[in-house]
């Protein structure tokens, strides 16, 4: 777009996507926002999620008002827009078309290690609340518009190798690279959701992506059947990812 470049970032929970955030946001041309559609998805969905009443008070409920800051003038008379989404935020009475007006990509985490994490923090968790699912319809209907695959980033690679990787995405947007996407300063930023106290205590003490550690990943009898689920939305889009540079 002439007047700037607006990218939707998809994820699901228990990713990298608040440190992305931090990268983006660390750039001088750059303006973030968090999480946008989260108080319209609290509100109509009444889900008891943890401050849900005071993220729902705080923050626009009106999926359309929403809609009309994501696709208008970018704030503070930036020339980037980095918008950063869960995807299952994205529910289905949400009309689409305002899609068209965005650059999307994609983050993924392989499923299982998503869906340990997320347990730790909650008891139960639905496909629905992985976003691939919702992921996987965002891709398909971007990729049919355009006639070609949107980037998909996998957090693991951004975590071995953030440099080459922020690099590989921003040329993919035709976006310049900014050596401030890798290191920032720590603590809360205004353009962080209200309930950056609760799940934030990690990425505000941060500096930088934290270094790459496989996990020992355990997952439960009965959420099994979920981790099989799960990854063939993951495999559909892992198939487009960005490829790490070559060694």
Known sequence: ??????????????????????????????????????????????????????????????????????????PQNRIVYYQKHMAHHLLPHIERDWLDRLTHVFLIRDPAAMISSYLVRRPEMTVE???????????????????????????????????????????????AFDERMLHWEPGPRATDGIWAKRWYDVVEASTGFQPYKPKDVTIPEKFRPLVDECRAFYVHLHAHRLEPPAA
């Open 1 to 74: 777009m002439s007047d700037g470049v607006r990218i939707a970032m998809w994820s699901g929970p228990r990713n990298i996507s608040t440190a992305l955030m931090r990268s983006w946001g660390n750039r001088e041309d750059c303006y973030v926002c968090d999480e946008p559609l989260y108080a319209h998805y609290l509100q109509h969905t009444g889900f008891d999620h943890p401050d849900a009443a005071e993220i729902v008070a705080h923050h626009e409920t009106d999926w359309r008002k929403v809609v009309e800051g994501l696709i208008g003038p970018i």
């Open 129 to 175: 609340d992985s976003g691939l699912p919702q992921q996987c319809e965002i891709f398909d209907r971007i990729a049919e518009r355009i006639g070609a695959a949107p980037p998909v980033v996998d957090s693991r690679d951004v975590l071995k190798d953030p440099r080459a990787m922020l690099e590989a995405l921003c040329d993919r947007l035709e976006v």
